[in-house]
């Protein structure tokens, strides 16, 4: 069982924009915001798309944003396109005893 | 740009020990970044192994598998490595090294590395 929630799928038309949640505590996701969301396609490395909860790497479309309310983080893809669908994992610092948790991943599919 | 080349072996017999090395080029191993190992078992999620501090050396790991697990760097083979003993089937999974400019964040990976541990 993953330490952070997240939905098993979402989906969306291209051109739509998704929202994806991830689900923690007071100890991890409301405790700091240092929530990241990575993609992964099949058989691929996972890529950083999120850091800091709203922070873009360099080369990251604008299309992708993050945001945070309380212990839920969430991660907006706009104007999907077919290239979006992929998993998407979050992750969370949760303190020096336990520096990383992830979630158990999400599934976009573009219909 | 950085790039992380994993070797190691695909199998692993059980009780034994689990050792890969990632092999770093582009960027110096002993700057302010993180060396990870994030692992992924066959058609699950992603689990935080631990880290190794380039700068101080400090490793850092999931309390779940602390008592198994080291990460170590070697720094005149710009090289970081992970030992994992006493494997289950349970720790079957491919294993991603990775840096980070902090413990909780990688944005560079490398190809991954799958171990099956069976005899």
């Known amino acids: 069982q993953s330490a952070l929630t997240q939905p098993p799928s979402a989906s969306g038309s291209p051109g739509q924009s998704v929202t994806i949640s991830c689900t923690g505590t007071?100890?991890?996701?409301?405790?700091?915001?240092?929530v990241s969301w990575y993609q992964q396609h099949p058989d691929k490395a996972p890529k950083l798309m999120i850091f800091d909860v709203t922070k873009r790497p360099s080369g990251v479309p604008d299309r992708f944003s993050g945001s945070k309310s309380g212990n839920t983080a969430s991660l907006t893809v706009s104007g999907l396109q077919a290239e979006d669908e992929a998993d998407y994992y979050c992750?969370?610092?949760?303190?020096?005893?336990?520096?990383?948790?992830f979630g158990g991943g999400t599934k976009l599919t573009v219909l | 740009q950085v790039q992380l080349q994993q070797s190691g072996p695909g199998l692993v017999k059980p009780s034994e020990t689990l050792s890969l090395t990632c092999v770093v080029s582009?960027?110096?191993?002993?700057?302010?970044?993180?060396w990870g190992w994030i692992r992924q078992p066959p058609g699950k999620g992603l689990e935080w192994i631990g880290s190794v501090s380039g700068s101080s050396g400090s490793t850092y790991y999931n309390p779940s598998l602390k008592s198994r697990v080291s990460i170590s760097l070697d720094t005149s083979k710009k090289q970081f490595s992970l030992k994992l003993t006493s494997v289950t089937a349970a720790d079957t999974a491919l294993y991603y090294c990775?840096?980070?400019?902090?413990?909780?964040?990688?944005?560079?990976w490398g190809q991954g590395t799958l171990v099956t541990v069976s005899s």
């Open positions: 007071s100890s991890d996701v409301g405790a700091y915001g240092y």
């Open positions: 992750s969370s610092y949760a303190g020096s005893n336990n520096p990383v948790v």
């Open positions: 990775a840096r980070g400019g902090y413990t909780y964040v990688y944005g560079s």
């Open positions: 582009g960027s110096s191993i002993t700057s302010g970044y993180y």
